[in-house]
C-alpha cells in the first residue's frame, strides 16, 4: 500500500524553464511533507519541506505547494538548471511518531535538457 | 562536517551467504533509520531505532534480515542468507529527536550497493 506516490517515474525540462514535480498522498495523519535530492552513487539530500499549516514555503529557486484538501503537493524549480537533474523523492511524516518517521515515494527522475 | 558512513560501499556476494552492513550516524542524532531502494518500491523503511531501542522494523523481512544497535556509534543490519531478491541499495539515515514536531531532517550515508548472485 503505497501511501506517498509519484505517479511520474521520469521527466523532462529545457533548461531555464520551470520544473514541476508532483507528489500524493492517502494518510490523512501525514502533517509534515519534505523533498529530497538524490544523485548517482550518493545518499539522498534533504531539499525542502513544508508543514500543514502552510500552503507554500519558498527557498531559492524551490517551491514547495501543498493542497492538503485534495491531498497533493508539487515542486517547482525555476529557473531548472542542468545540475538539477536527479531523482527528487517525496517524504511525508506525522502521527504517531511527530516528524521522525517517514514515508518515501518512489522517486522522479528529472532531466534537464541544455 | 558531519556525515553519515556505510560500509561497504559496494557487496557482491552468492546466494545463502551473510552480508553484514554497517552504519555510523551523525554524532548526537539519537534516531536510525535503514532504507531499501527498489525500482518499485522507492525508499522502503526497514527498520527504525531512537535511543538505540527498536521502534519498528515491521517492513524488514524477520526470517532473514537483523538490525542491531550494538552501541550509540554503530548499526548493523544482517542479512542471512541473502537471495537475489535482497539485491538492492541500503541506506542509513539519522536524525535528531523529532517526536515534538521539529522541522529539522534526516541525513542519509551514501548507501551500500548490494548484489546477490
Known amino acids: 500500500d503505497q501511501q506517498v506516490k509519484q505517479n511520474s517515474p521520469s521527466l523532462s525540462v529545457q533548461e531555464g524553464r520551470i520544473s514541476i514535480l508532483n507528489c500524493d498522498y492517502t494518510?490523512?495523519?501525514?502533517?509534515?511533507f519534505l523533498w529530497y535530492k538524490k544523485y548517482p552513487a550518493e545518499g539522498p539530500t534533504f531539499l525542502i519541506s513544508?508543514?500543514?499549516?502552510?500552503d507554500k514555503n519558498e527557498d531559492g529557486r524551490f517551491t514547495v505547494f501543498l493542497n492538503k484538501s485534495a491531498k497533493h503537493l508539487s515542486l517547482h524549480i525555476v529557473p531548472s538548471q542542468p545540475g538539477d537533474s536527479a531523482v527528487y523523492f517525496c517524504?511525508?511524516?506525522?502521527?504517531?511518531?511527530?516528524?521522525?518517521?517517514?514515508?518515501f515515494g518512489t522517486g522522479t527522475r528529472l532531466t534537464i535538457i541544455p | 562536517d558531519a556525515r553519515v558512513t556505510q560500509t561497504p560501499r559496494h557487496k557482491v556476494t552468492e546466494m545463502g551467504q551473510e552480508v553484514t552492513m554497517r552504519c555510523q550516524p551523525i554524532?548526537?542524532?539519537?534516531?536510525v533509520f535503514w532504507y531499501r531502494q527498489t525500482m518499485m518500491q522507492g525508499l522502503e523503511l526497514l527498520a527504525y531505532?531512537?535511543?538505540?531501542?527498536?521502534?519498528?522494523d515491521s517492513g524488514m523481512p524477520k526470517d532473514r534480515f537483523s538490525a542491531e544497535m550494538p552501541d550509540a556509534t554503530l548499526a548493523t543490519l544482517k542479512i542471512q542468507p541473502s537471495e537475489p531478491r535482497d539485491s538492492a541499495v541500503y541506506f542509513c539515515?539519522?536524525?535528531?529527536?523529532?517526536?515534538?514536531?521539529?522541522?529539522?531532517?534526516?541525513?542519509f550515508g551514501p548507501g551500500t550497493r548490494l548484489t546477490v548472485l
Open positions: 513544508i508543514s500543514s499549516i502552510k
Open positions: 554524532l548526537g542524532h539519537n534516531t
Open positions: 494518510n490523512s495523519m501525514f502533517d509534515y
Open positions: 531505532f531512537r535511543n538505540r531501542a527498536p521502534l519498528d
Open positions: 539515515a539519522s536524525g535528531p529527536d523529532m517526536r515534538m514536531f521539529s522541522t529539522d531532517t534526516q541525513y
Open positions: 517524504a511525508a511524516g506525522g502521527g504517531n511518531f511527530g516528524n521522525e518517521k517517514l514515508t
